[in-house]
DNA sequence: ATAGACTAGTTTACAATATAAACTAAATTA
DNA sequence: TAATTTAGTTTATATTGTAAACTAGTCTAT
């Protein structure tokens, strides 16, 4: 009937990044920022639990002597995204049958 | 660029039962916690803060002697749905531009 | 009639999450 | 060289979600 939600994309913020980064392949920490409007502390937290799970890699660098971090989707956040609208579908589209 | 969710609504179990009652317009306790696969308590809480958010009616009786609780869903609750279902979709479809 | 099991929930207590505020560290500007 | 800005990270707290424990009544077998 209802699928499962992976609890770690079925978060506003956290969906907002993969969102993202599906559709750019790669972006940085301050496009991530202003694109979701969250603060810096609640997306690197956000980040590095996407990272932890592999769903995505994260590059960090310097660029014009500042701190750069690099976000970039994998193969299998990739998928886990997918699932994810594949199973939310279970919940958008009422089966009738009163 | 990414729409608000509703906090209420983006929750798999609320979801679920906010789907349930959207195309059914009214069902049982029991109806939803079979359909949902919840447990008894979580049910009952989660029934509580959609009915606190007016997103659903609950009537208790007795059915056979034992108790009865149906829940319907209102037109507040229905909007809400629809709209959270519109905002999702923000997140859903990628807005390609590399 | 009453002990044990069952139905239909509710309450509570705790674990997990989310998030803002506070902080770090270095760079730039005045 | 002091204040401000950039680019983040860490922490502390408030909010949520959820299972376990409980309530209240019913059915059944003895």
């Known amino acids: ?3 499962e939600l992976d ?10 990044i993969m969102s993202l980064l599906v559709s750019v392949e790669e ?3 301050t496009f991530i920022k202003e694109k979701t409007g969250a603060t810096a502390g609640n997306l ?11 769903y995505i890699e994260v590059n960090k ?5 500042y701190p750069l971090t690099v976000c970039k989707v994998t ?3 990739l998928a886990a995204f997918e699932q994810y609208v594949e199973h939310l579908k ?4 009422p ?4």
């Open 1 to 3: 009937m209802f699928k």
């Open 90 to 93: 279970s919940y958008l589209t």
């Open 44 to 54: 690197s937290a956000q980040i590095d639990k996407l990272k932890q799970a592999e």
């Open 61 to 65: 660098s310097f660029k014009n002597n």
């Open 7 to 16: 609890p770690l994309l079925h978060s506003q913020l956290r969906l907002a």
């Open 75 to 77: 193969k299998k956040g």
């Open 95 to 98: 089966k009738n049958s009163k």
């Open 27 to 29: 972006a940085e920490f």
